[in-house]
């Protein structure tokens, strides 16, 4: 009995002030050792999950140290079968959880050029699709772009033109959609934030809608605003979200009918809102209107369009990017959709923004 | 002097209706279907503006914008439009801030009207 007494006080000493930091050392380590994961496995969400996990579980050791260092404390003989062997298993864990943990890192960095690798396959793949199927396309629509300006046609063959035109800006948006799609789902959005005038980007929108504007006979009333507006966004994604909502209305919208812009610049966020006097949208579609491929059914109906629902579904996404918010409001008389983008200030950081008028797409 | 303008674009079916719509203008154009022909010419003709495509035969445009911009003080100076029915992506992003064209127009979003203003509008007076 005395030499277990001996044993055990021994055993405590050594458990408080030699297992103790070993311990919390090895669980900052493991904690890095996870952080360290997390980053060379491209911040994915499995990643994440490894972090929770080795910190709850670490957690949960601790608690069951701490319980078990305070019933040490109080009886002493309870040491050798109860306190040791946890401690004993702690230290077991830790090292071969170290041991793991080297290893999965040299398997993380393979993982990590596995991902780099499939990035790199789908710009190839955005890049090969956009280009091969929109250089016909243009083709397409620059020709017609000679035929339609020369005088000398005939209103029938005018009339011909003009749904070819039409029909083939469909295809363009179409693929647009596609590959704007195809960007969202295999990955991140990369935004290029700087200073942007809004109206820019607005300007820019218009004159890539203007044929279709023009073929249906729209007018389109531009933002009251002669000077810039300066928001702090990514001037791609931006003109594609007003080009998106813009485009929406024009097909919802209908022929002969009147869409009107506007924008509201504020301290900290700056509005735009896009109005048509199309049919209102019912409220059982209120949840769907953002999500990919809904379609307002009545609209489809009563104005037949075929081109997928896609659009809002992307303009959102993009919206969301910029750091702003989607929302829209319809009466019987008409429909405004309205967006959000944050206002820049001279605090935000000034990333050289596209020279170009035109937008990237 | 006359003002010409340089086409380096290496689809026939987009490059003619251009060409005949700024022939129809009475601009002077000069074509070439790929990268190092582009390159070539605009050395030794110096357009007025340079439009280019960006996947092309032999060099990129982007390659060809790069090496205009570090050939000399009119390469520089001189206005590229780049004109191209590609994605963006961060390679192409890199080359647009650092070449700085005057314009990057996706074709399928513009009319050949649109195209012809903003050429005009880099032509110097």
Redesign the interface.
Known sequence: MYIMKIDAELIRTMLLYSGWPVLVLGGFFLIKQSINFYKSTGKTVLGKLVIYLTISNLLTMLCLGFVATIYMLQDINAVIPIVLPIFLVWFLVITIVSLIATGLDKQAIVYNSTITELSRAKDEFLAIASHQLRTPLTSIKWSLDMALANKEISEEENKIFNTVYKENEKLIELVSELLSVARIETGKINTRKGKVDIMIAIQDAYDILKPLIQKNNQEVAMPNISTPVYVGADKMLLTESVKNILSNSIKFGGSNTKIELEVKPGRKLCTFSVTNHGPEIPETQKEKMFKKFSREEGAHKSIGQEVGGLGLYITKTFVEANGGTIWYKSKQDGTTFFFTVPSYTESMDREKSLPAEQIVK | MEKKILIVED?E??RS??V??LNSENLKVLEADNGDDGFQLALTERPAVILLDI?LPTISGMQVMKMIREKDEWGKKVPII?LT??????E??DG??ND???????????????VVE?IKSCLPL
């Open positions: 689809e079916m987009i209706p251009l005949q719509k996947s780049i029915n590609l994605e963006a992506n961060d192409i992003m647009v801030v700085n064209p005057a314009y990057y127009i996706v074709k399928a979003n513009s009319t050949l009207e649109s903003k």
